[in-house]
């Protein structure tokens, strides 16, 4: 007798029924793969029931094993000639259009697309795929506080009167995706109110394994043995990330300690703010070595450099100062915590997010360079003395940034909308 269509299937019947649910698609959108989201894809992976995709420009790092990357070219390039208060819209949808092809080309029909709102978007997606849901990772908006970087180095009119096209693109994908996230409070709170209740908080995920105390591993380039390090870590040595208050703040301390000498991480261009446009160096860093005088066998400009090398930085400093604007919180300052560093950071926004004064960290008012030196005087002269309060930073980061903590937060998030 044949079963009623609504009867319960035989258990190897139904055993068959589950394996055959097709996997949920997961669409990644970045020019740089595989930017933030390295941790989760792999975590995504690891639980399985999802496909992931990887759309970008340019690989920095091949994807976790199962993974699939799509590349794209920009359709046709920005020209110089190109209307310049446009600019900062035509870039991305330049990149989206390119994208958009490549996706096209390879088939895809994703359940969900993930995007980072500053570079790619999903709104030129959304007649594509009417029915997946869209996603996106906001990073930073341009309101008051961001856009007015360092007061020495002042926006021209015409980059004044510009700055409402930088977030014109962000503010078509804040309209068109279902949900998004920022990986801090502050961050979030650069955006409009009006969309904040569609922005949750998500920390990024931090490799803490890497970024741990211990001893060196090897990777670091050859530092005076024995002798207290500073430490400095940035992209590039500029301006927003308070190049030229590191200087200062080392000939301070320098003058003060015959053994300390300072380590420097990051290439010698600027990447955000306005102070080459005041210049004539050749760079921030050129600009500030004439200035500043520290003595030279004491400053070790590593220049660009790995993680590994970095997070061997971390276990031998003394201390790391950190240095900002109003922008978005560098992962410097997290690896250095994550590593059980003391870090000793200006007191702004987007720090708060991360350091409590005293307890997990130390801060100093931004402009108070003396107050900077005393702090790292202090540490110099009293490592143990930080010990507790390195520690309660180790166990903040590995409650907030371990992949165990973050990955699942931000897989839900995508998997469950939210």
Same mark, same amino acid.
């Given at each position: 007798?044949?079963?009623?269509?609504?009867?319960?299937?035989?258990?190897?019947?139904?055993?068959?029924?589950?394996?055959?649910?097709?996997?949920?698609?997961?669409?990644?959108?970045?020019?740089?793969?595989?930017?933030?989201?390295?941790?989760?894809?792999?975590?995504?992976?690891?639980?399985?029931?999802?496909?992931?995709?990887?759309?970008?420009?340019?690989?920095?790092?091949?994807?976790?094993?199962?993974?699939?990357?799509?590349?794209?070219?920009?359709?046709?390039?920005?020209?110089?000639?190109?209307? $310049?208060?446009?600019?900062?819209?035509?870039?991305?949808?330049?990149?989206?259009?390119?994208?958009?092809?490549?996706?096209?080309?390879?088939?895809?029909?994703?359940?969900?697309?993930?995007?980072?709102?500053?570079?790619?978007?999903?709104?030129?997606?959304?007649?594509?795929?009417?029915?997946?849901?869209?996603?996106?990772?906001?990073?930073?908006?341009?309101?008051?506080?961001?856009?007015?970087?360092?007061?020495?180095?002042?926006?021209?009119?015409?980059?004044?009167?510009?700055?409402?096209?930088?977030?014109? $693109?962000?503010?078509?994908?804040?309209?068109?995706?279902?949900?998004? $996230?920022?990986?801090?409070?502050?961050?979030?709170?650069?955006?409009?109110?009006?969309?904040?209740?569609?922005?949750?908080?998500?920390?990024?995920?931090?490799?803490?394994?890497?970024?741990?105390?211990?001893?060196?591993?090897?990777?670091?380039?050859?530092?005076?043995?024995?002798?207290?390090?500073?430490?400095?870590?940035?992209?590039?040595?500029?301006?927003?990330?308070?190049?030229?208050?590191?200087?200062?703040?080392?000939?301070?301390?320098?003058?003060?300690?015959?053994?300390?000498?300072?380590?420097?991480?990051?290439?010698?261009?600027?990447?955000?703010?306005?102070?080459?446009?005041?210049?004539?160096?050749?760079?921030?860093?050129?600009?500030?070595?004439?200035?500043?005088?520290?003595?030279?066998?004491?400053?070790?400009?590593?220049?660009?450099?790995?993680?590994?090398?970095?997070?061997?930085?971390?276990?031998?400093?003394?201390?790391?100062?950190? $240095?900002?604007?109003?922008?978005?919180?560098?992962?410097?300052?997290?690896?250095?915590?994550?590593?059980?560093?003391?870090?000793?950071?200006?007191?702004?926004?987007?720090?708060?997010?991360?350091?409590?004064?005293?307890?997990?960290?130390?801060?100093?008012?931004?402009?108070?360079?003396?107050?900077?030196?005393?702090?790292?005087?202090?540490?110099?002269?009293?490592?143990?003395?930080?010990?507790?309060?390195?520690?309660?930073?180790?166990?903040?980061?590995?409650?907030?940034?371990?992949?165990?903590?973050?990955?699942?937060?931000?897989?839900?998030?995508?998997?469950?909308?939210?």
């Amino acid at each position: 007798m044949r079963a009623h269509p609504s009867a319960a299937p035989a258990p190897s019947t139904a055993r068959a029924v589950l394996c055959s649910v097709p996997a949920m698609r997961v669409a990644f959108l970045h020019p740089r793969c595989p930017a933030q989201f390295e941790a989760v894809i792999r975590h995504l992976l690891d639980r399985g029931g999802v496909d992931v995709d990887f759309v970008c420009e340019q690989v920095v790092r091949p994807l976790p094993s199962g993974a699939r990357q799509i590349t794209y070219a920009p359709d046709g390039k920005v020209s110089d000639r190109s209307y $310049w208060f446009s600019r900062p819209f035509e870039q991305p949808a330049r990149a989206m259009l390119g994208a958009r092809r490549a996706v096209q080309e390879a088939g895809l029909r994703p359940d969900v697309i993930v995007a980072h709102a500053s570079f790619l978007g999903t709104a030129m997606l959304r007649a594509d795929f009417p029915h997946a849901r869209r996603l996106g990772f906001f990073e930073i908006f341009y309101d008051a506080r961001v856009a007015a970087g360092r007061r020495e180095f002042p926006l021209s009119v015409d980059q004044r009167t510009r700055l409402p096209a930088l977030n014109a $693109w962000q503010l078509m994908e804040l309209d068109a995706c279902d949900r998004g $996230w920022c990986p801090s409070p502050f961050q979030r709170s650069t955006y409009p109110a009006a969309y904040h209740s569609r922005l949750a908080v998500l920390p990024d995920p931090i490799d803490t394994d890497l970024f741990s105390p211990g001893a060196p591993r090897g990777a670091l380039p050859d530092l005076p043995p024995g002798a207290p390090i500073v430490s400095y870590v940035s992209r590039g040595l500029e301006a927003y990330r308070g190049f030229d208050h590191f200087m200062e703040i080392a000939r301070r301390v320098s003058s003060r300690h015959p053994s300390v000498h300072f380590a420097v991480c990051g290439a010698e261009q600027t990447f955000y703010g306005n102070e080459l446009s005041h210049l004539r160096a050749r760079s921030f860093k050129a600009h500030v070595l004439e200035r500043v005088q520290v003595d030279p066998s004491r400053v070790h400009f590593l220049g660009h450099v790995s993680e590994d090398a970095v997070a061997d930085l971390f276990r031998v400093t003394s201390a790391h100062v950190h $240095w900002t604007v109003a922008h978005t919180l560098s992962w410097s300052p997290l690896q250095a915590l994550s590593a059980g560093a003391l870090v000793i950071a200006s007191d702004s926004e987007p720090v708060r997010d991360a350091i409590q004064d005293g307890v997990n960290g130390l801060l100093f008012p931004p402009e108070d360079l003396d107050a900077a030196a005393d702090r790292v005087l202090q540490a110099l002269r009293d490592p143990e003395g930080t010990s507790a309060m390195r520690a309660r930073a180790r166990e903040g980061i590995l409650a907030r940034h371990a992949p165990a903590a973050a990955c699942p937060r931000i897989a839900d998030f995508i998997l469950q909308g939210g």
